[in-house]
């Protein structure tokens, strides 16, 4: 049975890899790095703000810390799936813009092998680029009383992927440890253009190309502290491991003449450390808190170190009136959550503020101890303001995640 489930995962996670590939955003911030860099969990933990180092539930998936794969019933079977949809806005100091996107967010499969250890298999996104966008900038030159005219465009596209293979354990009875085997791979495309309607001054266009690939491990740790029969609190702890990309890269700028750079090997993803809890008040209520530093300043990107260090902080409440009532909104999840950072790279000096809020809901499709719960979420967010220059971005994205929880591990009598 455990070899055919395997064997099952592999082959739905290579379907799926085209699938993430062709996934897309439209954000001018994407331009910057490896793009906008997909953060916190699947379904649950997005309705929750992000919440990943102190999630732990028997019902859902948190590939964030794999030691909770541990809580899941020992005789379950689950598969989650998730995609998203987006309108964004965009405005500077003169003008706005607006965009539609969707992605497919995650594919992720998770069973226990003994009643202490479980294995969780799947794919994401790690980054994503998606822009395009132009200025025009008229402006006098210092040499004659003429003024010039320049046109500047950028456009890019890409990302990375994420492909985990993750193991919990749990040695003692309130506490478990778990490790993720990540596989990143992807493209990553940034191209620019300057035109001038001076002919004496030569156009300049410059692209960067990215092929990354290789592999990296995450670990983490759970521990559970009981107060009274339904009060207890949940402790989690993450760290992930830097990383030196493989990768074959290059940029080539074309003038008055054409040159070749190539920077191959000189990439990483940063070391992450991360911590926080999940309280449990009763068997309706637990509410959470998350803290994460990502060590980009020790980055390379093209042979540079040109980022910064990433604090983020996440809080996020469910609740559920009854488990088992007869009436189905009393079985219902209500999820809500927020989430603030700040941007691993600077524009015009300045770092970029993100925050985005985040509410949901979980629906039940039948009564029992595992329930298939589809998820809908809602999330507000935004990045960047007007000032120094900078483009404000404000979006609203709607998830949809499925949870299939199956009895697959019964052994049935024949009477």
């Known amino acids: 049975m455990i070899k055919r489930v395997a064997f099952i995962g592999i082959m739905v996670a290579g379907v799926f890899t085209n699938t993430l590939a062709q996934n897309n955003i439209s954000s001018p911030y994407t331009r910057y790095g490896y793009g906008s860099i997909v953060e916190g969990g699947y379904g649950q933990s997005t309705q929750m703000g992000g919440l990943m180092a102190g999630l732990r539930s028997a019902y859902f998936t948190n590939p964030s810390n794999p030691a909770s794969y541990t809580a899941i019933d020992s005789l379950n079977f ?112 940034h191209n620019s253009a300057a035109t001038f309607d001076d002919a004496y001054i030569y156009p300049t266009t410059q692209t960067q190309k990215i092929h990354v690939r290789d592999f990296c491990a995450n670990v983490g740790l759970q521990g559970s502290f009981k107060f009274s029969k339904e009060q207890f609190l949940t402790i989690g702890a993450t760290y992930q491991f830097k990383s030196v990309l493989k990768s074959e890269a290059d940029r080539t700028i074309i003038t008055s003449d ?6 191959d090997n000189n990439f990483d993803t940063p070391s992450s450390f991360g911590m926080g809890f999940v309280f449990h008040f009763n068997s309706k209520v637990l509410a959470g808190f998350d803290y994460k530093r990502t060590a980009w ?64 809901f979980g629906f039940p499709l039948k009564k029992g101890m595992n329930p298939t719960v589809i998820n809908v979420g809602l999330e507000y967010g935004k990045r960047g303001n007007n000032d120094n220059g900078l483009v404000k971005e404000q979006y609203l994205k709607g998830t949809i995640n499925v949870t299939l929880n199956e009895r697959w591990f019964v052994k049935r009598k024949l009477e």
């Open 297 to 360: 300043s020790d980055v390379r990107f093209f042979g540079e170190k040109p980022f910064e260090d990433v604090n983020r902080f996440a809080w996020g409440v469910q609740y559920q009136p009854g488990k088992s009532a007869r009436r189905y909104f009393q079985r219902m999840y209500y999820r809500c959550g927020l989430n603030v950072s700040k941007s691993y790279y600077k524009v015009n000096g300045e770092g970029i503020n993100q925050m985005a809020v985040d509410a949901g």
């Open 258 to 263: 054409t040159i070749v750079l190539n920077y």
């Open 78 to 189: 689950r598969i989650e799936a998730g995609l998203s949809f987006s309108s964004e806005k965009y405005s500077d100091a003169t003008k706005s813009q607006r965009c539609m996107s969707g992605n497919f967010e995650y594919l992720a499969m998770q069973f226990p092998v003994k009643r202490w250890m479980a294995v969780s298999i799947g794919i994401r996104p790690y980054s994503l680029v998606g822009y395009k966008n132009s200025r025009h900038v008229t402006e006098s030159t210092d040499l004659t009383q003429d003024t010039l005219k320049s046109s500047y465009t950028y456009e890019g596209e890409g990302g990375i992927n994420q492909l985990y293979f993750g193991v919990g354990f749990r040695p003692f009875k309130n506490l478990s440890v778990g490790g993720n085997l990540l596989y990143h791979f992807g493209t990553i495309e």
